[in-house]
């Protein structure tokens, strides 16, 4: 009966132990995989505005909605993400966002 119960509390042992590694894991991959995808994003957008001149002072609102819709296309976790953005100005080449990202973890 003794080594049933610590049969018992060592497999829970492992259980909970591979939980926490993976939960850590995963946050560590969501949130290199957020960073490295916003900086490509950001720096394509940009790219557009000043290469090409796609974009004018009255079009920031479609210059925003290019990045999102940029942003959206490669990020390809099941998270939800919510985009906040402070400031655009067009002229200078400014974009300023708050990415949020949501998940279910185990």
Request: aromatic share 0%; no cysteine; hydrophobic share 50%.
């Given at each position: 009966m003794k080594n049933a119960?610590?049969?018992f509390l060592?497999?829970?042992?492992?259980?909970?132990a591979g939980l926490i590694i993976s939960t850590v894991e995963g946050k560590t991959m969501r949130?290199?995989?957020?960073?490295s995808t916003l900086s490509s994003v950001m720096e394509k957008?940009?790219?557009?505005?000043?290469?090409k001149d796609s974009y004018t002072i009255?079009?920031?609102k479609a210059f925003v909605a290019d990045f999102?819709?940029?942003a959206m296309v490669k990020m390809n976790s099941e998270s939800d993400y919510m985009i906040t953005v402070h400031?655009?100005?067009?002229?200078k080449g400014v974009l300023d966002v708050t990415v949020t990202e949501n998940y279910k973890q185990a």
């Open positions: 119960i610590a049969g060592s497999l829970m042992i492992l259980i909970l949130q290199n995989e957020l960073d957008s940009m790219n557009i505005l000043v290469t009255d079009e920031q999102i819709q940029n400031s655009v100005d067009t002229v």
